[in-house]
């Protein structure tokens, strides 16, 4: 079954691994909330205080917010460490430490987007990319769920198979993926994606609460996005999407310019910000021969990592932005733990409505 996305007036929500994409502007793009009126001055006539007593079994409910956080720990050689205990973890938001309320090293279910970059430029490495995709599936535990996102250009990102555990419903999807011509998207797709996922977990019960990543597999350029770089950021922020980049550089151009980066250069830190940010990882091969051994670690990455969960001690709803910071303590002989996630969350409350490019749609 195939959801096709339009671009203008639908907002796709995505959480997965990308490979590449464009993104269509929002049904409420253009649109400004609804005043709220302010109520008539009503006069109200004091009523008496009754007098406190002590219910054993009245129920106190506490409004907390509980940040989750998902964190790979490796070495100097980037190898995995996963014999860790909570003692040895700190963590710290806007510099301030904070107590631990909630560690695991269990394996956890995850959802995540293959989000896979069709356009022209991806057309020697695509039979390649359809096999290490199905390296990764074949990996997935009986309570992973996977959506397929195909994507060119900003008019053209699908969702080729929607949130399933079944491998041959998703394999099916991946063998139907074809080359498209088109300018490419990526920002478009990986901010689509990313709500789709978030949008997922959130129609889930909180019982059901998994580990949310997208994959991406683009070239890297971005040429025809309706979204920009800041408001990307802005949205990543908020959601708990981690991201794994795979990018085929390598073609694009590595002259930079008199004060500029190169075509290449731009990419490259375009996709490890976008996977650093988030506490995921980026790739960069130098030969499609190397996707399935990709394919492999990205699956071992996402599922060899700590659950870690706080109460922040700033408990203002403000919608500000706050730094966070986790610490390993050094292994045996200073042995050097690097703690790898997210680098921060915006606080809940009201933060400023996004404002989004006014942009006319492109004739047919």
Do not use: C, H
Not at 60 to 85: A, G, H, M, S, Y
Not at 193 to 200: F, H, Q
Not at 270 to 282: C, D, V
Request: proline share 6%; hydrophobic share 35%.
């Amino acid at each position: 079954m195939k959801n096709k996305i339009a671009l203008f007036g639908l907002t796709v929500a995505g959480f997965g691994i990308f490979w590449g994409g464009s993104a269509a502007e929002p049904a409420s793009a253009g649109r400004l909330p609804t005043p709220t009126p302010t109520p008539a001055a009503v006069t109200v006539k004091p009523t008496p205080t009754p007098t406190p007593f002590d219910d054993p079994n009245e129920v106190i409910k506490v409004d907390t917010e509980l940040v989750n956080l998902n964190v790979r720990v490796v070495d100097r050689n980037n190898r995995p460490i996963n014999d860790l205990q909570q003692k040895e973890f700190k963590i710290y938001e806007d510099n301030n430490l904070q107590v631990i309320d909630f560690f695991s090293r269990s394996e956890v279910p995850t959802n995540y987007a293959l989000v896979i970059d069709n356009s022209g430029s991806l057309r020697p490495q695509l039979e390649k990319v359809i096999e290490a995709g199905k390296i990764l599936i074949n990996t997935n535990k009986a309570e992973d769920e996977t959506t397929i996102v195909r994507f060119v250009g900003r008019d053209k990102i699908s969702i080729e198979q929607p949130f399933t555990s079944n491998k041959s419903d998703l394999m099916d999807a991946l063998d139907n993926l074809y080359i498209e011509g088109g300018q490419t998207a990526i920002i478009d797709a990986v901010y689509l994606a990313v709500e789709n996922v978030d949008e997922y977990e959130k129609s889930k019960s909180q019982n059901d609460r998994k580990r949310r990543a997208l994959v991406l597999v683009t070239d890297g350029e971005d040429r025809d996005s309706y979204y920009n770089e800041k408001q990307l950021f802005e949205l990543l922020r908020e959601s708990e999407v981690q991201i794994y980049v795979i990018g085929f550089v390598g073609d694009l151009s590595s002259e930079g310019g008199f004060i500029g980066k190169s075509p290449q250069g731009k990419a490259k830190a375009f996709l490890e910000r976008m996977a650093g940010e988030t506490g995921g990882k980026a790739y960069f091969p130098s030969s499609v021969g190397e996707l399935p051994a990709l394919a492999r670690d990205i699956s071992n990455e996402l599922r060899t990592q700590y659950s870690i969960g706080y109460i922040p001690s700033n408990d203002a709803k403000d919608g500000s932005f706050r730094n966070i910071k986790v610490v390993v303590e050094d292994g045996p002989n200073k042995q050097k733990r690097i703690a790898v996630t997210r680098t921060g969350r915006v606080a809940e409350g009201s933060t400023p409505t996004l404002q989004k490019p006014v942009q006319a749609p492109k004739p047919n």
